[in-house]
């Protein structure tokens, strides 16, 4: 088991509960909504709801950075396609199904996961772009973006390379564990995945409230978790230092350059992606009060999971200042699965939640030992498919 550990550790915690920085707890909508519900009450949410619906869901409008096309429609996404080639295992990122859009795989240009995997060497490489809530999609459940994720993999070729990042890591291990055959490789990123493994702010804010204060969220929603409110709430509001912090670019960049990703990091913050209602309280219930994967009891498409059924290889990538997302609560994953040690990577980097999938120091590093780990020869047995997806 490989441990490539910096020597900045976590920082010290007091008993006091205190917001990330900046952008980092916007991430996570289980915390923003914990923390708006826990610092004010019902009344002052229900009138943050009723002072205006929109009549239109969200439509992010970002553009993305790396040249890409739409490969699949689906009900909960779209399946896109960023391949410079036909060859090789499909490289599918899971993003994250929260407040903002799956942009964040390929913000900017040595800011991007899928530019840095592409020039990693991965000459096929897919991205799942969760679509926002509407109302015909509020009652969609966990078990609906399994299917759809399941659907994608089919379409790609199984057995694919699963790359998740945040919310998207717990539910590509919980599809991983229900179909082991269809992943030859897992890659998880500052996932939450054994909530009691360690505290964070997102854990102890999700456990010590009850679930219909969330129910209740859900209900004035019209049975859409609406992002723009959420992020209205919070109240925080971004800056040029939060996108230095975030992005990691260095002292000496171009001003013009600098000002360049501190507009698009504004823009990709103010576009929000709304949630399904039932969806949400599934998580919240499910994942972060009842911590149902890492105790195995988690039912995905009408089976119980079972982590051990896992065997791939498994590379684990975790954020030492990571405010939303405790080290051991990524780590733990590592005794959950029954992936053999030799199988097993384990990667820590001095940073936060964000500068894990933005960050230019942890692009051009860590994620260049991703992609240098997908395709190094490591024993298991190869696919013969192709995939049924070609290149653009």
Same mark, same amino acid.
């Given at each position: 088991?490989?441990?490539?550990?910096?020597?900045?550790?976590?920082?010290?915690?007091?008993?006091?509960?205190?917001?990330?920085?900046?952008?980092?707890?916007?991430?996570?909508?289980?915390?923003?909504?914990?923390?708006?519900?826990?610092?004010?009450?019902?009344?002052?949410?229900?009138?943050?709801?009723?002072?205006?619906?929109?009549?239109?869901?969200?439509?992010?409008?970002?553009?993305?950075?790396?040249?890409?096309?739409?490969?699949?429609?689906?009900?909960?996404?779209?399946?896109?396609?960023?391949?410079?080639?036909?060859?090789?295992?499909?490289?599918?990122?899971?993003?994250?199904?929260?407040?903002?859009?799956?942009?964040?795989?390929?913000?900017?240009?040595?800011?991007?996961?899928?530019?840095?995997?592409?020039?990693?060497?991965?000459?096929?490489?897919?991205?799942?772009?969760?679509?926002?809530?509407?109302?015909?999609?509020?009652?969609?459940?966990?078990?609906?973006?399994?299917?759809?994720?399941?659907?994608?993999?089919? +379409?790609?070729?199984?057995?694919?390379?699963?790359?998740?990042?945040? +919310?998207?890591?717990?539910?590509?291990?919980?599809?991983?564990?229900?179909?082991?055959?269809?992943?030859?490789?897992?890659?998880?990123?500052?996932?939450?995945?054994?909530?009691?493994?360690?505290?964070?702010?997102?854990?102890?804010?999700?456990?010590?409230?009850?679930?219909?204060?969330?129910?209740?969220?859900?209900?004035?929603?019209?049975?859409?978790?609406?992002?723009?409110?959420?992020?209205?709430?919070?109240?925080?509001?971004?800056?040029?230092?939060?996108?230095?912090?975030?992005?990691?670019?260095?002292?000496?960049?171009?001003?013009?350059?600098?000002?360049?990703?501190?507009?698009?990091?504004?823009?990709?913050?103010?576009?929000?992606?709304?949630?399904?209602?039932?969806?949400?309280? +599934?998580?919240?219930?499910?994942?972060?009060?009842?911590?149902?994967?890492?105790?195995?009891?988690?039912?995905?498409?009408?089976?119980?999971?079972?982590?051990? +059924?896992?065997?791939?290889?498994?590379?684990?990538?975790?954020?030492?200042?990571?405010?939303?997302?405790?080290?051991?609560?990524?780590?733990?994953?590592?005794?959950?699965?029954?992936?053999?040690?030799?199988?097993?990577?384990?990667?820590?980097?001095?940073?936060?939640?964000?500068?894990?999938?933005?960050?230019?120091?942890?692009?051009?590093?860590?994620?260049?030992?991703?992609?240098?780990?997908?395709?190094?020869?490591?024993?298991?047995?190869?696919?013969?498919?192709?995939?049924?997806?070609?290149?653009?």
């Amino acid at each position: 088991m490989k441990n490539r550990t910096n020597d900045a550790g976590p920082p010290e915690s007091s008993g006091a509960l205190r917001p990330a920085a900046g952008l980092e707890a916007l991430f996570d909508w289980p915390l923003a909504a914990a923390t708006m519900m826990g610092q004010a009450n019902v009344r002052l949410l229900e009138e943050l709801m009723s002072s205006g619906r929109r009549s239109q869901p969200n439509s992010p409008s970002l553009p993305w950075t790396t040249a890409n096309r739409v490969a699949l429609e689906l009900a909960s996404m779209r399946l896109r396609d960023f391949s410079t080639g036909a060859d090789g295992t499909a490289a599918l990122i899971c993003a994250p199904y929260a407040l903002h859009s799956a942009v964040i795989a390929d913000f900017a240009g040595d800011h991007s996961v899928v530019e840095s995997l592409c020039r990693g060497g991965l000459s096929r490489v897919f991205v799942t772009d969760w679509r926002s809530a509407t109302a015909e999609t509020r009652y969609f459940t966990i078990d609906s973006h399994l299917a759809d994720l399941n659907v994608a993999v089919d +379409q790609l070729g199984p057995p694919v390379d699963l790359i998740g990042l945040c +919310q998207g890591g717990w539910l590509a291990l919980v599809y991983a564990a229900r179909f082991p055959n269809k992943v030859r490789r897992l890659v998880l990123v500052g996932a939450p995945i054994d909530i009691a493994a360690a505290q964070s702010q997102l854990s102890r804010f999700t456990a010590n409230l009850p679930l219909s204060m969330f129910e209740e969220l859900v209900q004035l929603g019209d049975g859409i978790v609406h992002g723009d409110r959420m992020l209205q709430s919070w109240g925080v509001l971004t800056n040029a230092h939060d996108a230095e912090a975030v992005l990691q670019y260095p002292q000496d960049l171009d001003p013009a350059r600098r000002q360049e990703l501190s507009a698009r990091f504004r823009q990709w913050d103010a576009e929000t992606v709304d949630l399904p209602g039932t969806f949400y309280l +599934q998580v919240v219930k499910g994942l972060f009060q009842e911590n149902q994967i890492a105790r195995g009891c988690f039912v995905a498409l009408g089976q119980q999971i079972d982590l051990k +059924q896992f065997r791939a290889p498994i590379c684990l990538l975790a954020g030492g200042n990571d405010e939303i997302v405790a080290v051991d609560q990524l780590f733990a994953t590592a005794s959950l699965v029954g992936t053999p040690a030799e199988h097993l990577e384990k990667i820590t980097e001095p940073c936060g939640h964000l500068n894990l999938f933005l960050g230019a120091e942890v692009i051009h590093g860590a994620w260049g030992q991703i992609a240098g780990w997908l395709r190094r020869d490591l024993g298991e047995p190869r696919s013969g498919a192709s995939g049924a997806v070609s290149a653009t």
